[in-house]
Structures are given as C-alpha cells and as structure tokens.
C-alpha cells in the first residue's frame, strides 16, 4: 500500500470515529433532553434516575415513558404517591385516599424502612419530571373529527326522572321473554326497574351502590361495591334479588359474600365441574384486591382461592377457550399492574396464568369485550382505557378505544385505535345490521370544553377496520359512566341506554348542568 492509499484509508477510519462519536453524543444528549421547568437538573442525576427506575419501578408494574404524563403530574401527583411504596413518604405525599396509618391496609404493606436513598428517590424524580413533556400536546387530523349527524338512533329522555341522578348501574333485560330496565342510583341507593315505555313498574332499596348484576329468571345475583370513592375498606357484599311470585323484587336480608374490597363483579360458574356453583369475583380495592373464586362447598360454605393478588381487577368473562370441558377465565386488571390475563383452567382447582396483554400503569383501563372482526372463528378484543380521576389528570392522546386481533393462538395485536379523551366503556355490535361489527363507546373524563361529543361516539364499521365518527346533541345531556345495548322494545334492533353519574370529579367543566340531566339516555335504534 503507498502512502496516499495509507492517508487515505486513515482519513476513511478517522472520518468513521468522529461520526460515531458525534452520534453517541447525539444520542446520549437527546435521550435526557430536558423539559423547560427543569432544564438546571443535572444530566448525571437524570441518567441515574433511569437506571434506578428500571431497577425498582418496573419490579411492581411495566416501566412508565416519562413522555406518557406532563411534567407536573409526574412531580406532583404519580411519584409521590408510588414513593411510600418503596417506603418514601416524604416527598410531596399528601396521604389521600391512604397512609401507612391507614387501619384498613394490611401491616406489611408498606416496607418498614425505606428501600433506597432519598438521593436516589430524587434521582427518579428528577428523571421522570425533567425529560417528560411540560404539557401534552394531543393532535387529532381530519380522520378523528366527531360528526354530530348520528341518525341511527333517536335519543329519549325519560319521563322518569330525578334530580342529582348518580346512575352507577343500567341493563337492558332481554330475559324470559321481557323487556324492561333496571337501573341503580347511587345517592338513593335504590334499584329501579322500568318497563319498556321507561314508566317504573318496581323499585327496591338496596343498602349501597350496585355497579353490577347477574341476571336470572328469579333470582339477581347483585355486586354492592359498598363505597363508590377510592378506600382500602372492605364494605362490598355479593347479595341476592329474589322475584317473588308477585313478581316483585325481595333483597336477601343476609349476604352471600361480605367484607369485598370494592367488589364490581360477582360471575357464577362451575369452576371445578362438581355440579355446584362457585362465584368468581373482580374485587378491584384501591392498594389492594384481587381476583378471586370462591369453591361452593356445600350447606353455604364457600373457600376463597386468590387467583391473582392485586388491586384494579375490573372486567371477567368465563369461556371454555380450549375446548377441554372446563371454564377458562379472562379478566382485565387496572389500577398499576394493568393489562388482560388469562387464567387457564387445569382441573381439580387449579388455574394456569398468561398475560395475554399489557399497558403502562398510567393507561386507566377501564372495560374490554371479545368480538369477532374478520369472521375468521378466533374472538378479538375491544379495549377501552380512559380512568382519568388518580393523579395525573390531564388530557392524554393514549386514552380511547382499540382493537386487537387475535391469531388464531390468542396472540393479540393492535390494529385499530381511536382516540377519545377519558374512555369509559365500548360495546361492539351490528348496529346498522349491515353484517359487520360497529361501535358504540361512552366517555366518563371527556374534553367536555372543546369536545363534549367525546360523551358518546358511535364508529361505524366501513370496512377493514376503518371506522366514522358521530353523535348526537342530546348525549351532551349527562355525564355517563355505564352504557348497555339490547332490545328494549322488542322490535329486533339493538338499542343503547347511557347512565348519567354526576358526583365525581372533573378537571374539565361542561356547559351543561348535569345535575339537571335525565337518570339515564335511551338512544332508540330506528334502522329502517
């Protein structure tokens, strides 16, 4: 080799150091890219709290990006209240709705020392205050504009009504061949069941907020989650409605189950295939809860068996997955750990579990359901997150509506997202009965000041998972936390009854005084 070609090849390998140099400074440097508000943070400190937030953050749950909440929220609401988690009670903690004193939660909940260093504490949060975004900046094209030119349905106001509604159940029944409604009303603590026409025809008080029940033909299997608000009491009870033969109701004056920590779904099923039946419940607690089954051992005694031990378990659905003959469970779980489990049913009690899904703890998950999108025999899952009432109360662009697809091995992936501030609940049906599946959601934290449409958004399916947006007018009436779909009148079409809960809170004020709004929207399919 002469010497130009040396100088030229030194020159090649210098030119090639000093661009991945540059690069590893560049990349270094915007990965710890700090916000306004904390730009005198030190870089060492920043990287630092990295390094420890993977080590003791993601042990309890998925590890959070810092661009998922503002800076703020990171700084004032999330990290103090994760701090007393690892033992650090000091920073920012305000001790709502929970303390280290708090007689409802177990001894060894919190640790009695503290597991790292206040430095290394503040190393964390300045990780997570100093690199996420001063304010979230949510951007929506042309695609996701909310049409208010819905005509499928026509909306109802009921002449039952009340003042201060604080709906915290609805259901349409379509059982033994009647069609009526039943709502609960947290406030009255009443039960009330409507006709067709939306007159009332019973009512029964029910000592505490029901959020969910199991319709039978004589008998109602009634969720009380006991207190609504964020606690660590166990007040919750499973109870039973009885029918009598005047076809009125009767509350069982004894509990099936009691001591629930926040229950809000009590499932029936022969778990073990031992001809009794044993009760699956969602105990979704606030620091603490579970998913639970309760093994019918005869003459009213039941032993509690602890599928999973943790808080947020919300939604259940029991399915035979595998076809082996015995009842599979899947649930979806909020609250920290959040994500879709599958609970395996392996005989004789025991249960398998596979997180089939997972989301970032900040997600707010809030409802999810299976259906069958391109007909290929293998059930979907619609997922809904938008719980927005914790300590990061800002607007989020992940909040809304997706859909993913199973492979055939339940093998999820995302294929379609929707975006709607504060989703609470999405219920897929042929609407239209144009053969494919549509999708009917409501919004419990919506942008009620620039788009109160996000109340209720009904996609109509046009094909490969493309969907149009629309509304109507009057669903800017209430503020709904709970939706159902069925036949109310019996005139074969599927129609949608919306529940107006006005006691909560809101970082967003509407217009519309909801405390002056119907108990509940009817919104009557008129496909013609």
Same mark, same amino acid.
């Given at each position: 080799?002469?010497?130009?070609?040396?100088?030229?090849?030194?020159?090649?390998?210098?030119?090639? #150091?000093?661009?991945?140099?540059?690069?590893?400074?560049?990349?270094?440097?915007?990965?710890?890219?700090?916000?306004?508000?904390?730009?005198?943070?030190?870089?060492?400190?920043?990287?630092?709290?990295?390094?420890?937030?993977?080590?003791?953050?993601?042990?309890?749950?998925?590890?959070?990006?810092?661009?998922?909440?503002?800076?703020?929220?990171?700084?004032?609401?999330?990290?103090?209240?994760?701090?007393?988690?690892?033992?650090?009670?000091?920073?920012?903690?305000?001790?709502?709705?929970?303390?280290?004193?708090?007689?409802?939660?177990?001894?060894?909940?919190?640790?009695?020392?503290?597991?790292?260093? @206040?430095?290394?504490?503040?190393?964390?949060?300045?990780?997570?205050?100093?690199?996420?975004?001063?304010?979230?900046?949510?951007?929506?094209?042309?695609?996701?504009?909310?049409?208010?030119?819905? =005509?499928?349905?026509?909306?109802?106001?009921?002449?039952?009504?009340?003042?201060?509604?604080?709906?915290?159940?609805?259901?349409?029944?379509?059982?033994?061949?009647?069609?009526?409604?039943?709502?609960?009303?947290?406030?009255?603590?009443?039960?009330?069941?409507?006709?067709?026409?939306?007159?009332?025809?019973?009512?029964?008080?029910?000592?505490?907020?029901?959020?969910?029940?199991?319709?039978?033909?004589?008998?109602?299997?009634?969720?009380?989650?006991?207190?609504?608000?964020?606690?660590?009491?166990?007040?919750?009870?499973?109870?039973?409605?009885?029918?009598?033969?005047?076809?009125?109701?009767?509350?069982?004056?004894?509990?099936?189950?009691?001591?629930?920590?926040?229950?809000?779904? #009590?499932?029936?099923?022969?778990?073990?295939? @031992?001809?009794?039946?044993?009760?699956?419940?969602?105990? &979704?607690?606030?620091?603490?809860?579970?998913?639970?089954?309760?093994?019918?051992?005869?003459?009213?005694?039941?032993?509690?068996? #602890?599928?999973?031990?943790?808080?947020?378990?919300?939604?259940?659905?029991?399915?035979?997955?595998?076809?082996?003959?015995?009842?599979?469970?899947?649930?979806?779980?909020?609250?920290?750990?959040?994500?879709?489990?599958?609970?395996?049913?392996?005989?004789?009690?025991?249960?398998?579990?596979?997180?089939?899904?997972?989301?970032?703890?900040?997600?707010?998950? =809030?409802? &999810?359901?299976?259906?069958?999108?391109?007909?290929?025999?293998?059930?979907?899952?619609?997922?809904?997150?938008?719980?927005?009432?914790?300590?990061?109360?800002?607007?989020?662009?992940?909040?809304?509506?997706?859909?993913?697809?199973?492979?055939?091995?339940?093998?999820?992936?995302?294929?379609?997202?929707?975006?709607?501030?504060?989703?609470?609940?999405?219920?897929?049906?042929?609407?239209?009965?144009?053969?494919?599946?549509?999708?009917?959601?409501?919004?419990?934290?919506?942008?009620?000041? *620039?788009?109160?449409?996000?109340?209720?958004?009904?996609?109509?399916?046009?094909?490969?998972?493309? &969907?149009?947006?629309?509304?109507?007018?009057?669903?800017?009436?209430?503020?709904?936390?709970?939706?159902?779909?069925?036949?109310?009148?019996? @005139?074969?079409?599927?129609?949608?009854?919306?529940?107006?809960?006005?006691?909560?809170?809101?970082?967003?004020?509407?217009? *519309?005084?909801?405390?002056?709004?119907?108990?509940?929207?009817?919104?009557?399919?008129?496909?013609?």
């Amino acid at each position: 080799m002469c010497k130009i070609e040396r100088i030229c090849v030194l020159n090649r390998i210098f030119f090639l #150091v000093t661009c991945y140099i540059l690069l590893l400074f560049s990349s270094c440097k915007n990965e710890y890219t700090r916000n306004k508000s904390h730009a005198e943070v030190p870089l060492e400190s920043i990287k630092k709290g990295k390094e420890l937030a993977v080590k003791y953050c993601q042990a309890c749950h998925l590890l959070p990006d810092p661009s998922l909440v503002d800076s703020k929220s990171w700084e004032k609401g999330v990290l103090p209240q994760m701090g007393p988690r690892l033992g650090i009670f000091h920073f920012n903690f305000v001790g709502y709705p929970s303390s280290k004193y708090d007689r409802d939660v177990d001894r060894n909940f919190y640790p009695s020392q503290p597991l790292l260093k @206040d430095e290394d504490w503040k190393n964390i949060v300045n990780y997570y205050s100093a690199t996420s975004p001063d304010t979230i900046i949510i951007r929506k094209d042309a695609a996701q504009k909310i049409k208010t030119d819905l =005509s499928l349905f026509s909306a109802i106001v009921p002449p039952f009504a009340y003042s201060t509604p604080a709906t915290s159940f609805v259901k349409i029944d379509e059982s033994d061949h009647q069609h009526r409604l039943i709502i609960n009303d947290v406030t009255k603590q009443t039960t009330y069941v409507l006709n067709e026409n939306l007159e009332k025809i019973d009512s029964i008080h029910t000592m505490g907020p029901v959020v969910d029940i199991e319709m039978n033909k004589n008998e109602w299997l009634a969720c009380n989650i006991g207190i609504l608000n964020p606690h660590n009491g166990k007040y919750g009870k499973a109870q039973y409605i009885r029918v009598n033969q005047s076809g009125k109701l009767q509350e069982d004056t004894a509990a099936l189950f009691s001591n629930l920590a926040r229950p809000v779904q #009590v499932t029936t099923a022969d778990l073990n295939n @031992d001809g009794k039946p044993d009760y699956i419940i969602c105990e &979704f607690g606030y620091l603490q809860g579970s998913l639970s089954w309760m093994e019918n051992l005869g003459n009213g005694k039941f032993n509690k068996h #602890v599928l999973r031990p943790f808080p947020g378990a919300i939604k259940l659905y029991v399915q035979d997955y595998n076809h082996d003959g015995l009842p599979d469970i899947w649930a979806l779980f909020s609250q920290g750990e959040e994500g879709v489990f599958l609970f395996t049913n392996k005989g004789k009690g025991q249960f398998d579990q596979r997180e089939v899904l997972r989301f970032p703890p900040v997600y707010g998950s =809030s409802y &999810f359901e299976f259906n069958d999108f391109n007909k290929d025999g293998y059930p979907d899952i619609v997922y809904t997150c938008g719980d927005n009432a914790d300590f990061s109360t800002v607007l989020k662009p992940y909040h809304g509506v997706y859909i993913f697809m199973n492979d055939g091995k339940n093998n999820f992936k995302q294929r379609y997202f929707y975006h709607i501030n504060g989703c609470y609940k999405a219920i897929a049906r042929d609407y239209d009965n144009d053969g494919d599946i549509d999708i009917a959601t409501i919004s419990y934290f919506a942008d009620y000041k *620039t788009q109160p449409e996000e109340g209720f958004v009904y996609l109509e399916n046009k094909g490969r998972l493309t &969907f149009s947006a629309s509304s109507l007018p009057q669903t800017q009436l209430g503020r709904w936390l709970t939706m159902d779909a069925g036949d109310l009148d019996g @005139d074969g079409k599927i129609d949608l009854v919306l529940g107006n809960f006005i006691i909560a809170p809101t970082m967003l004020k509407s217009s *519309t005084d909801w405390r002056k709004g119907p108990p509940f929207l009817l919104l009557k399919n008129i496909r013609r």
